[in-house]
Nanobody, 115 residues
Framework: VQLVESGGGLVQAGGSLRLSCAASGSTFRFNSMGWYRQAPGKQRELVADISNGGGSTHYADSVKGRFTISRDNAKNTMYLQMNSLKPDDTAVYYC?????????WGQGTQVTVSS
């Protein structure tokens, strides 16, 4: 499976972005998926995840109430709607499975939030 993230950019604090994750192959819809992020000098962290059917979602405390994860299995695509962005949200955002073994990581998409 190949993962391609897009939708990042530079935004002011309080702004919004919508990230997309396009997956190749037929196994996407069978897997719980997640959005991860890695800020400079920090470890990669899981910020949101969604069950294979989309009926169950979980969020890290740092993004709860501001980010919304969703997926469209017919399009092999997952989304992350990010509202009320903060400078601390600045990171490279990646998508991947929630559970091991993970797919090969994509290139990620840079999100930069200015204060």
């Amino acid at each position: 499976v190949q993962l391609v993230e897009s939708g990042g950019g530079l935004v002011q604090a309080g702004g919004s972005l919508r990230l997309s994750c396009a997956a190749s192959g037929s196994t996407f819809r069978f897997n719980s998926m997640g959005w991860y992020r890695q800020a400079p000098g920090k470890q990669r962290e899981l910020v949101a995840d969604i069950s294979n059917g989309g009926g169950s979602t979980h969020y890290a405390d740092s993004v709860k109430g501001r980010f919304t994860i969703s997926r469209d299995n017919a399009k092999n695509t997952m989304y992350l709607q990010m509202n009320s962005l903060k400078p601390d949200d600045t990171a490279v955002y990646y998508c991947n499975k929630k559970y091991d073994p993970l797919f090969r990581w994509g290139q990620g998409t840079q999100v930069t939030v200015s204060s």
